[in-house]
């Protein structure tokens, strides 16, 4: 996952201040943590959908615009429900 974030970093996609070692403990927190919450029936999402939605804007939020068109693009183009 670092090379993967560290690429990412290098071809101007990711920020360029972003902690990759942060990043790369913080990502599988917030899966587990996804994972583990029970959700109540007033939320009309998933855990499907918070898991998807969650992951979704936190690579937005870490990206810059260059990798923020790319991530848009991809949900498009493969007809994902585009949240952003």
Do not use: C, H, W
Not at 72 to 80: G, H
């Amino acid at each position: 996952m670092r090379k993967f974030l560290r690429k990412g970093r290098e071809d101007g996609l990711l920020l360029p201040d972003i902690q990759l070692d942060s990043l790369v403990t913080l990502l599988p927190m917030l899966i587990r943590l996804i994972g583990r919450v029970d959700y109540n029936a007033e939320t009309p999402l998933s855990n499907k959908e918070i898991y998807y939605q969650t992951i979704v804007y936190y690579f937005r939020g870490i990206s810059t615009e260059k990798g923020r068109m790319l991530i848009d693009d991809y949900l498009d183009k493969n007809k994902i429900n585009n949240i952003v």
